[in-house]
């Protein structure tokens, strides 16, 4: 089964700083994808960011880009220009390409805290 | 697009009555409809997964006759919480996704408090 570790509880950053995050994960398979997601106060699960393990170009959305490390099996997450709406919970999200149902194994989650 | 709904927002109910939580895929078919758990300060727990016309396929520990799953139609999975009691309040989360796609669109949470 695979494991996915996030080994920071929580991050302080102050505004217009950058903060990266880190997740790295136990796999044994070579096709899968690897998301962020992240669930402000209202706990609204929201989809950050997500890469396909097969590209090698990390993926990047406006303030926010990925550093996939496919042998390291590292996959951070870099939060540019921290704003004030960026404070909540990160999670680091795992998704094998052959299961057909798609299941996803999550970290434990990582607190931003953004400082003005 | 690729919006998921959940009703109620929060419900408060007495132990031993049972509680249904509607997830709904407002704009796209969900072929497959995920229910998670999730405790305060916590990650999200997969409780069991549906597709649509079929029997709900649960995780280790989760108590089928407990959680009640219904994924009726492309476009709606009903979870039922049947003789609440006071453990079982948790902040509940549904999530949808289309074959073929990699991503899961999460409904907004359903807080449930049982007394």
């Known amino acids: 089964a695979q494991t996915v570790t996030q080994s920071q509880p929580e991050m302080s950053v102050q505004e217009a700083e950058t903060v990266t995050l880190s997740c790295t994960y136990d796999t044994s398979e070579s096709d899968y994808y690897l998301f962020w997601y992240k669930q402000p106060p209202s706990r609204q699960m929201i989809l950050v960011i997500r890469q396909e393990a097969y590209k090698q170009q990390n993926a990047t959305e406006n303030r926010f880009s990925v550093n996939f490390q496919k042998a390291a099996k590292s996959f951070s997450l870099k939060i540019s220009d921290s704003q004030l709406g960026d404070a909540a919970m990160y999670f680091c999200?795992?998704?094998?390409?052959?299961?057909?149902?798609?299941?996803?194994?999550f970290g434990a989650g990582t607190q931003v805290v953004v400082t003005p | 697009g690729a919006v998921v709904s959940q009703h109620p927002s929060w419900v408060i109910c007495k132990s031993g009555t049972s509680v249904k939580i509607e997830c709904r895929s407002l704009d796209f078919q969900a072929t497959t409809m995920f229910w998670y758990r999730q405790f305060p300060k916590q990650s999200l727990m997969l409780m069991a997964t549906?597709?649509?016309?079929?029997?709900?396929?649960?995780e280790q520990g989760v108590e089928k006759d407990k959680f009640l799953i219904n994924h009726a139609s492309l476009t709606l999975s009903t979870l039922t919480v049947t003789s609440a009691h006071p453990e079982d309040s948790s902040f509940y989360i549904c999530?949808?996704?289309?074959?073929?796609?990699?991503?899961?669109?999460f409904g907004p949470g359903t807080r449930l408090l049982v007394l």
């Open positions: 549906s597709n649509e016309g079929s029997k709900a396929t649960y």
């Open positions: 999530s949808a996704t289309l074959a073929g796609l990699e991503t899961q669109y």
């Open positions: 999200a795992y998704r094998s390409a052959p299961d057909s149902w798609g299941k996803l194994q």
